[in-house]
């Protein structure tokens, strides 16, 4: 999952700022890279899985319980309007989004599965409770689905025909709709975008950079495409080292507690 924070923060500074190229410094503390909301829900998911264990049927509860929680101890990480209500709210329901929020936090679903099956369980699991739109609820699987298959040694071509089957079109290409490519907070309008980011990569980094040059939500794109890409590729050890470094003991814990149990990157070798 570690894959999603850095996309998240290599993207943090470009959000409102696109970048129309691939040319950028990656990770710079100095230009306003950081986490974001991204990484804490992210980061609360994680720890969600981490509180079940095996057991999956306490997991919507953990998530609401976590996403509160860290969410209120970051409450500047940016994040929407509704969601911010829905972590103070006394009484936390799903109000039927189709915000990219519901993409961006499931790459720990992925790696902390037994199955495919499982994969897309959990994914509805920790998003029905605040993003239970249809949308919102078919991108989550998908990137659970890909996140999964990319770490159990699925081909990039498998990967993309079960995406392309089950969940998306994909009809275009980056350089195509680089010019004109606009913010879009939609799991409609950015989700296929950060699948393309990684299914033109040709590894962890140029799929990072693939996800940021196309402008949009730049943090959120990255984040969905680096949570695949990690699973695929696994992240360079000097990538790795910096980003480790713009996170805070809290998080560092969670992360490292979540990798000693489910392990990081690619657990089986390329087809």
């Known amino acids: 999952m570690l894959g999603a924070i850095i996309g998240d923060i290599a993207g943090s500074r470009f959000e409102w700022q696109n970048i129309k190229t691939k040319e950028f410094e990656l990770l710079t ?35 609401v319980l976590w996403m509160r929680r860290l969410g209120r101890q970051y409450p500047d990480a940016g994040y929407g309007g509704h969601f911010y209500d829905w972590l103070y709210t006394k009484d936390p ?15 720990p679903c992925g790696f902390a599965a037994a199955s495919l099956k499982d994969a897309l369980d959990m ?32 081909s990039m071509q498998e990967i993309r025909d079960h995406i392309t089957t089950h969940y998306y079109s994909l009809n275009f290409t980056l350089d195509s709709i ?14 296929p975008q950060a699948f393309q980011a990684f299914f033109e990569s040709i590894g962890f980094e140029d799929a990072l950079r693939n996800a940021i040059s196309i402008g949009g939500d730049s943090d959120t794109i990255a984040a969905i495409t680096g949570g695949i890409a990690e699973a695929y590729y696994g992240i360079p050890r ?9 996170l805070d003991q809290t998080q560092l814990d969670i992360l490292n507690a979540f990798e000693a149990r489910y392990g990081a990157g690619p657990d089986a070798p390329r087809p």
């Open 238 to 246: 000097d990538i790795r080292l910096k980003a480790l470094t713009f």
């Open 93 to 107: 329901r799903p109000y039927q989004s189709y915000g990219n929020g519901a993409a961006m936090r499931v790459s």
């Open 29 to 63: 503390a100095s230009r306003g890279c950081e986490p974001t909301d991204d990484s804490i829900m992210t980061l609360a998911v994680a720890r969600a899985i981490l509180s079940c264990g095996p057991d999956r049927q306490a997991l919507a509860h953990e998530a």
């Open 178 to 191: 680089r010019p004109t490519y606009a913010f879009d907070v939609s799991c409609q309008g950015s989700v």
């Open 123 to 154: 994914a509805v699991q920790v998003t029905s409770v605040s993003h239970d739109h249809p949308e919102g609820l078919k991108a989550a699987q998908a990137v659970a689905a890909a996140v999964y298959m990319a770490r159990t040694g699925r």
